[in-house]
């Protein structure tokens, strides 16, 4: 990982002033600092650390830069001041970091429907993401360390193809997607939700950005369709998220896990318990498989389930409805 103090070094001559910093409490990945100067400048400075996409916790570092810069061009993302060796230099978005109690709140859903949609309308990302592939690389790396996989969680997989077969049968283009909503990565500056932290960023299903926020602030049903129709303009596609959240629970489950396992310094240096979050999200993937209207869904995907009056299957999501200029 690039030293702080080279990279504070760099900033310093590029603003042509004196600079400090403050350590900013955020991410479990890389190292975030702010950084101001007497003149009431104030931007970030996010320090990337290789280990992370070594680890496959994120996408190469190269190319996280290169998606926070496109995320910034689509008008959602931090604009991109000055790029430096494993470092960005960032805007400082002057606003109020969300919570899951906000992400939850009726009062927000639109604002952060309208984040995803311009984020999902901009430039194409470098990289591509799929949850299924996701997991089948943490669980590979599971398997070669030999780090901790929850009792049980393997006998879960062939449900896990089913719902990807479900998916298969009528899947929409990909966006570009942030795939990693923790409620922390939104950040409303009073006018519009803006969106930071690159780290998984990649062209994919758009549903399965919705259904990733769900999943971070634990939405029940009726959430999880305000947010669908908030995006699409209707609940169509509501099924197809609510599968990705249970996919979202259930792949970062083995997040944790490898982030433990094989990043220990980082895991010993904060203050989080992954054991713990890891249990949570494999608990809630397990309430949700063993639900009676589970397979509901399922055919609700695949397109099998009539609606009341016998109408034809539901259509193949589409895009959402143009943004308001």
Same mark, same amino acid.
């Given at each position: 990982?690039?030293?702080?103090?080279?990279?504070?070094?760099?900033?310093?001559?590029?603003?042509?002033?004196?600079?400090?910093?403050?350590?900013?409490?955020?991410?479990?990945?890389?190292?975030?600092?702010?950084?101001?100067?007497?003149?009431?400048?104030?931007?970030?400075?996010?320090?990337?650390?290789?280990?992370?996409?070594?680890?496959?916790?994120?996408?190469?570092?190269?190319?996280?830069?290169?998606?926070?810069?496109?995320?910034?061009?689509?008008?959602?993302?931090?604009?991109?001041?000055?790029?430096?060796?494993?470092?960005?230099?960032?805007?400082?978005?002057?606003?109020?970091?969300?919570?899951?109690?906000?992400?939850?709140?009726?009062?927000?859903?639109?604002?952060?429907?309208?984040?995803?949609?311009?984020?999902?309308?901009?430039?194409?990302?470098?990289?591509?993401?799929?949850?299924?592939?996701?997991?089948?690389?943490?669980?590979?790396?599971?398997?070669?360390?030999?780090?901790?996989?929850?009792?049980?969680?393997?006998?879960?997989?062939?449900?896990?193809?089913?719902?990807?077969?479900?998916?298969?049968?009528?899947?929409?283009?990909?966006?570009?997607?942030?795939?990693?909503?923790?409620?922390?990565?939104?950040?409303?500056?009073?006018?519009?939700?803006?969106?930071?932290?690159?780290?998984?960023?990649?062209?994919?299903?758009?549903?399965?950005?919705?259904?990733?926020?769900?999943?971070?602030?634990?939405?029940?049903?009726?959430?999880?369709?305000?947010?669908?129709?908030?995006?699409?303009?209707?609940?169509?596609?509501?099924?197809?998220?609510?599968?990705?959240?249970?996919?979202?629970?259930?792949?970062?489950?083995?997040?944790?896990?490898?982030?433990?396992? &094989?990043?220990?310094?980082?895991?010993?240096?904060?203050?989080?318990?992954?054991?713990?979050?890891?249990?949570?999200?494999?608990?809630?993937?397990?309430?949700?498989?063993?639900?009676?209207?589970?397979? &509901?869904?399922?055919?609700?995907?695949?397109?099998?389930?009539?609606?009341?009056?016998?109408?034809?299957?539901?259509?193949?999501?589409?895009?959402?409805?143009?943004?308001?200029?």
């Amino acid at each position: 990982m690039p030293d702080l103090g080279s990279a504070l070094e760099l900033v310093t001559a590029w603003a042509g002033r004196p600079v400090t910093h403050t350590q900013i409490k955020g991410g479990l990945s890389h190292r975030i600092v702010r950084v101001d100067t007497e003149a009431g400048d104030r931007w970030l400075l996010r320090i990337l650390d290789p280990r992370v996409s070594a680890a496959g916790l994120g996408i190469p570092l190269d190319m996280e830069i290169v998606n926070t810069v496109r995320a910034a061009q689509a008008g959602v993302g931090a604009d991109v001041l000055l790029r430096l060796p494993g470092a960005v230099l960032l805007e400082y978005i002057d606003g109020v970091t969300l919570d899951a109690a906000a992400v939850r709140d009726p009062a927000m859903t639109d604002g952060i429907a309208q984040a995803c949609r311009r984020l999902h309308a901009g430039p194409r990302f470098a990289t591509d993401f799929s949850i299924f592939r996701k997991l089948d690389e943490l669980l590979a790396l599971c398997h070669a360390h030999g780090l901790r996989i929850p009792d049980g969680y393997e006998d879960r997989l062939p449900t896990v193809a089913e719902i990807e077969a479900a998916m298969d049968v009528r899947r929409p283009p990909t966006v570009p997607c942030h795939n990693d909503l923790l409620p922390e990565n939104f950040i409303f500056d009073g006018s519009a939700v803006r969106i930071v932290d690159y780290q998984l960023s990649g062209n994919n299903d758009p549903a399965f950005e919705l259904g990733d926020i769900a999943a971070e602030a634990d939405y029940d049903p009726e959430m999880v369709r305000r947010l669908t129709r908030a995006y699409f303009g209707d609940e169509d596609p509501a099924a197809r998220v609510q599968l990705y959240l249970i996919m979202s629970n259930f792949t970062w489950t083995l997040w944790f896990s490898v982030h433990h396992g &094989l990043l220990t310094e980082q895991a010993a240096a904060a203050d989080f318990d992954y054991e713990a979050e890891g249990a949570d999200k494999f608990a809630q993937a397990v309430r949700d498989l063993d639900d009676p209207g589970f397979g &509901l869904i399922i055919d609700d995907v695949r397109g099998r389930r009539r609606p009341a009056g016998g109408a034809p299957p539901l259509p193949t999501p589409t895009a959402p409805p143009p943004l308001a200029p």
